[in-house]
């Protein structure tokens, strides 16, 4: 079974947005794959030097490291099936978002 490893990176960690993106993208992992993921929160106002070595324009950011291909997801992930589609996630089915279209 595939596991699914995230980076949420946000300006704050406790800024509304943050707490948003955060809940959203476990609430959706939590539906898509269940127990499958990890997410590793950075938070730029703290570690601003990852701002410049992953190019984060904007956060909040999310980053699929694994498994590859990269993707990677501005906002709040309030749509959680556009969001799905772009991180790759697999349906309730099991089928890859990326092989479906919305």
Known sequence: ??????????AGQF??????ALWNL???CESRVPG???V????LEKRPEMAQEERI???PTV?????PPQRRVIGVLSDHQRAA????????DGRAEENTKI
Do not use: Q
């Not at 079974?1 to 946000?10: A, D, G, K, S």
């Not at 590793?40 to 938070?43: A, K, N, S």
């Not at 589609?85 to 309730?92: E, T």
């Open 15 to 20: 800024a509304e947005r943050a707490e948003t």
């Open 57 to 59: 324009l904007m956060t």
């Open 26 to 28: 476990r609430t959706l």
């Open 63 to 67: 980053i699929r490291t694994d498994p």
């Open 85 to 92: 589609f772009a991180l790759g996630l697999p349906d309730a």
């Open 36 to 38: 499958r993921y990890a």
């Open 1 to 10: 079974m595939t596991t699914y490893t995230f980076r949420l990176y946000v």
């Open 40 to 43: 590793e929160l950075i938070d």
